[in-house]
């Protein structure tokens, strides 16, 4: 058991894996008193006037308490930020890194500027981890990369990928959980899809292209396709037929 799941580990990709430790790892800290959360929260006034930035990265690390909740966005993280990288963004480790940087960015904004806002500040005020959040735009953004897999929930009825976002919405309503923190990853996701999926194709370009000292980070293998033995490749018909 224990040689499956660490080959289980082992087998993720690396933004997958590195995400998935740092998050379990700066949650059973937190569960263990290790480490603080109130070190760990988004809070604007201490980033900007004592130049706490880390609290910019650290907000998306802890997952509140480990309870089912928590089982719940570990699985979710696992597999679809695991399903991401290892398909939509095969060989593309830069681009899927610069896409949770772009979520991140998102979900900040969101926040610092719907506490300014009357009558929104006291909501947003409350919302000091996103972690949440951005695994549930990653569960979004494969939801609109792949809208007709046929899925179940809990046995219970089947849909197809399109609706798994609403699905996942409803159910944390049902368990009591905010529905703010889904909502805030779905409108980041939408903003990603949106952006890299349907604006290219709507005028030719593309607002997200990763910069090039990312790409420089991550040396990715190039993705080789296997040719099919014994299949001969026809020329096209105007190199058969003579003018």
């Known amino acids: 058991m224990a040689q499956a799941v660490e080959e289980w580990y082992k087998q993720m990709p690396i933004i997958t894996r590195s995400y998935l430790t740092a998050a379990v790892v700066t949650t059973i800290g937190c569960s263990l008193e290790i480490i603080s959360p109130y070190h760990l929260y988004l809070n604007p006034k201490l980033v900007v006037k004592q130049y706490q930035f880390w609290r910019l990265i650290t907000n998306f690390l802890y997952f509140r308490k480990m309870d089912l909740d928590f089982m719940f966005h570990m699985f979710f993280l696992a597999r679809y930020c695991k399903l991401l990288e290892e398909n939509s963004f095969r060989g593309r480790t830069a681009d899927f890194f610069y896409m949770l940087l772009f979520g991140a960015s998102v979900l900040t904004g969101i926040v610092l500027v719907g506490?300014?806002?009357?009558?929104?500040?006291?909501?947003?005020?409350?919302?000091?981890?996103?972690?949440?959040?951005?695994?549930?735009?990653?569960?979004?953004?494969?939801?609109?990369?792949?809208?007709?897999?046929?899925?179940?929930?809990?046995?219970?009825?089947?849909?197809?990928?399109?609706?798994?976002?609403?699905?996942?919405?409803?159910?944390?309503?049902?368990?009591?959980?905010?529905?703010?923190?889904?909502?805030?990853?779905?409108?980041?996701g939408h903003a990603y899809y949106f952006l890299e999926d349907v604006y290219p194709q709507m005028t030719g370009r593309r607002p997200l292209k990763t910069p090039s000292f990312l790409k420089a980070m991550f040396a990715d293998e190039a993705v080789i396709v296997a040719r099919p033995a014994n299949v001969r490749f026809a020329p096209p018909a105007d190199e058969l037929h003579g003018d």
């Open 115 to 188: 506490g300014m806002i009357p009558y929104l500040s006291a909501s947003f005020a409350k919302i000091i981890f996103l972690s949440n959040s951005l695994t549930f735009m990653m569960v979004y953004v494969w939801s609109k990369q792949n809208p007709f897999i046929h899925m179940s929930f809990l046995g219970l009825f089947s849909f197809t990928a399109a609706y798994l976002p609403w699905v996942l919405l409803g159910f944390s309503v049902l368990v009591g959980a905010s529905a703010w923190v889904d909502l805030l990853g779905m409108i980041a």
